[in-house]
Every structure is written in structure tokens, then in C-alpha cells.
């Protein structure tokens, strides 16, 4: 049997999501049969240093300092963009003219209009072969994915209610020290696309619908940080100088949504929710019935079957780790959980199955360019006094809509 020729990868950004992507791209071939070996020819980062500490932390060969040579390089074949959102669509965009497949962190981009040049310029490469893949990882979660099976067959009924949030508080601080998520321009939105695009994602792709409008508001509890101080992990603590900068985007996020299908929903989003860590939470009711998934316990989903006898209703807990569930019978016996950087093992499984022959990955650009106009749908209630804020290019037509009251 011939072997295949590896997939090359140019991984750009070496820092918390780069580092998650490095670790998946090693681990995903000692678990998953793929069709073509995943191979990291090239570490880009800005600063030489650390970029070579991290190559050879991670045993990569060869790093560059600027992304334009890797997406040059003809021992590339998909470049992995883990870099904050200002960057996305500049590489995106140089890596499929030049016939790079891609891999974007979420979300897309730092505005619509960046978000539908990169989901054009995909349209264009697709049509000579070149793929392009969104970094919502929490759609490989084991559990969120049987949540969707059960909506897909039918066990939840019509859909009715989702609540989604996703609450987070390494900013309860308000001392600790300002980085690019706290910056509009390196990060387009604060909570919002930060940590709010995922339940944005998570909620359309589990349903299988679309938000089609929106009526939000957005919140900033501390408008200035210290300038410089001792980071730990995403917060930390600032220094004693006192000197303090402004901070540009929301802290928290909260909405209202009406779905296509005539579902309604109630999203929240803040990294202001003392005591809790990462709480990627998801609850959807139905005619029929009703789960929950909560990611501070991912191993499992709650799930709540109507049909059941009257006598013997209640939410009963799956674990989600037996063979026969999403993604879990790569790894371990039942019962013997996963964890977060499992997901991005998933995602490249996923990845590469489809580089080599397979069915397309989601999202694609253009799925995540729908996220993305809802992100923009969200901002605009909240500049306009909350007013109800059609989504561009959602048609609202399921039972129970009444119109924008």
C-alpha cells in the first residue's frame, strides 16, 4: 500500500492557542487512524527567542519570525493561524492565493467586512481544491456533539428555549495588567467575540439554525488597567508604578435571540463571574425534551426525556465516554474522562481526515462568517439602546415569530 505524503503545517503563534494547536497536531496520529501523517514543518512568531525556545520545547526544526516566508514555503501545505484577530485576515487571505489550505483560530475576523473578504477569497481557492477550517473547538467536545445527535433525531421535539453562557473571572481583578484581548483594535471585541463566539457557534450548530436577530447590551466594569505587571495565565496582577491604560472593549455580554426556527434564546457572556473558572454552559428545551451541558463537567450531558413515563421523569446524566459516543472510542475506557486540549486533537482528526479525501470540515469561512454577523448584530442592538437587530442575511420565518416587538 503506498504511503501518503504527510501534511506540512506552518503553525503561526506560539502562545496559549498555539500551543494547544502544536500539542494537537503530535497527538492526534496516536489515536486516530488518519489518512495522511500531520507533520509541523515551521514555528512562526515574532520574537526569534521565544519562538526558538518553543520550537525546541516542542521539537520543531525550523521557525520563522515573519508569516510570509512560511506561507511562501513550498514544504507548507496548511498554515494554522493562532494569532490575535487583526491578524486573521491578512494571512488567511496570502495563504489561500497561495494555495495554502487554512486553519483559523475563532472568530474569523475583527469585523464583518473582514470576515466576508476572507469566507470570498475561500469561495475562490475552494474551487481549486483548497480547504479552509474555524477553530471552534468546543463543537469537538464528545458530549456537545451527541447533544446535536439527539436534536438531529429528533428527541428534543420542536425546539423552544436556549440558554447559553459561558462564564469565565480571570478579570475580576481589577488590578490585573492590560494585554491584547483588552484592545479593540488587536482583538475587534472584548467577552464578546472572546468567549460569547463560542456560545454563538456551539448554539446555531447544535440546533442546526440560525439566529436571526438580536437584542443585546454590552458592559464595561473597569475602564482602566495598569499598563505592565506580572501576568499569570490569561490575568495577573499589575506592577507598582500606578500607570494605568484604557481599556477598549466589553467585559460582559448579554442578549436576547430570535432563532429562524422559532426558537428563542438568552445568551450571556463575562469573564467577571468570580469563581467561575470556564462554565461553557448550553441548556435547550424541546417539545419532546431537554438537555444541558455544562463544560466544567465535559464529560457528561443531562439530558431529559418527555416521552418517558410520567412517574419516571428526571435528568438523567450520560457520561460520555463509552466507545460508542463522538470522538471517545479513540482513547480510553469507559469512564476515563477527557480533557480541553482533547478538542483540539479532535479538530485536527477532523482536519486531516478531510485533507485526505474526506468530507469537508465545519465550520468552514463561510459558516464562521455567519457567527460573525451576529457578533456585529449584537454590538449594534447594544450602540442603538437595545433595539431589536436583524442578522444580514437570516431569514426569521419559524412558528411563533411575531415580528421586532
Not at 475552494?126 to 463543537?139: D, H, I, Q
Not at 457520561?319 to 459516543?325: I, K, P, S
Request: a negative charge; aromatic letters at 8%; glycine letters at 12%.
Amino acid at each position: 500500500m503506498p504511503v501518503s505524503r504527510p501534511v506540512r503545517i506552518a503553525v503561526v503563534g506560539h502562545a496559549f492557542m498555539g500551543a494547544a494547536h502544536l500539542h494537537a497536531w503530535r497527538t492526534a496520529p496516536r489515536f486516530f487512524d488518519l489518512p495522511r501523517h500531520p507533520e509541523v514543518t515551521v514555528l512562526v512568531g515574532r520574537d526569534e527567542a521565544r519562538t526558538r525556545a518553543a520550537a525546541d520545547r516542542l521539537g520543531i526544526a525550523e521557525i520563522e519570525t515573519d508569516w510570509r516566508a512560511a506561507v511562501a514555503r513550498e514544504d507548507v501545505d496548511v498554515v494554522d493561524i493562532c494569532t490575535p484577530g487583526n491578524t486573521h485576515a491578512p494571512i488567511a487571505e496570502a495563504a489561500l492565493a497561495a494555495g495554502k489550505h487554512v486553519l483559523c483560530e475563532k472568530p474569523l475576523a475583527n469585523s464583518v467586512a473582514e470576515a466576508e473578504s476572507m469566507a470570498a477569497a475561500a469561495e475562490e481557492a475552494a474551487a481549486r481544491g483548497v480547504r479552509t477550517f474555524c477553530g471552534f473547538s468546543y463543537r469537538r467536545t464528545p458530549a456537545l456533539t451527541m447533544a446535536r445527535r439527539l436534536v438531529e433525531d429528533g428527541r428534543l421535539g420542536e425546539i423552544r428555549h436556549v440558554r447559553a453562557q459561558y462564564l469565565q473571572d480571570w478579570l475580576s481583578d481589577a488590578d490585573a495588567p492590560l494585554n491584547w484581548r483588552l484592545d479593540r483594535e488587536t482583538a475587534g471585541s472584548g467577552t464578546l467575540g472572546d468567549i460569547g463566539a463560542h456560545s454563538i457557534d456551539a448554539a446555531q450548530w447544535v440546533l442546526g439554525d440560525a439566529i436571526a436577530g438580536v437584542s443585546a447590551l454590552l458592559h464595561t466594569f473597569v475602564p482602566t488597567r495598569p499598563v505592565s505587571g506580572d501576568s499569570q495565565g490569561l490575568g495577573g496582577a499589575g506592577d507598582a508604578s500606578g500607570e494605568r491604560g484604557p481599556v477598549t472593549v466589553d467585559d460582559a455580554a448579554a442578549f436576547t435571540a430570535r432563532f429562524a426556527g422559532g426558537a428563542v434564546g438568552v445568551f450571556e457572556a463575562t469573564r467577571y463571574a468570580l469563581g467561575r473558572r470556564n462554565a461553557n454552559r448550553l441548556e435547550i428545551n424541546g417539545s419532546r425534551g431537554s438537555l444541558a451541558f455544562d463544560f466544567e463537567r465535559m464529560n457528561e450531558l443531562e439530558f431529559f426525556d418527555g416521552d418517558d413515563p410520567a412517574a419516571e421523569q428526571g435528568f438523567r446524566t450520560i457520561h460520555v465516554t463509552d466507545a460508542d459516543h463522538p470522538y471517545a472510542g479513540n482513547w480510553w475506557p469507559a469512564g476515563h474522562g477527557l480533557g480541553y486540549g482533547d478538542l483540539f486533537v479532535h479538530q485536527v482528526a477532523d482536519v486531516v481526515a478531510s485533507l485526505g479525501g474526506g468530507e469537508p470540515a465545519r465550520p468552514d469561512f463561510r459558516e464562521a462568517l455567519g457567527v460573525q454577523r451576529v457578533l456585529h448584530a449584537v454590538e449594534a442592538s447594544a450602540a442603538d439602546a437595545s433595539r431589536f437587530t436583524p442578522v444580514d442575511g437570516v431569514e426569521s420565518g419559524g412558528p411563533g415569530v411575531r415580528g421586532e416587538g
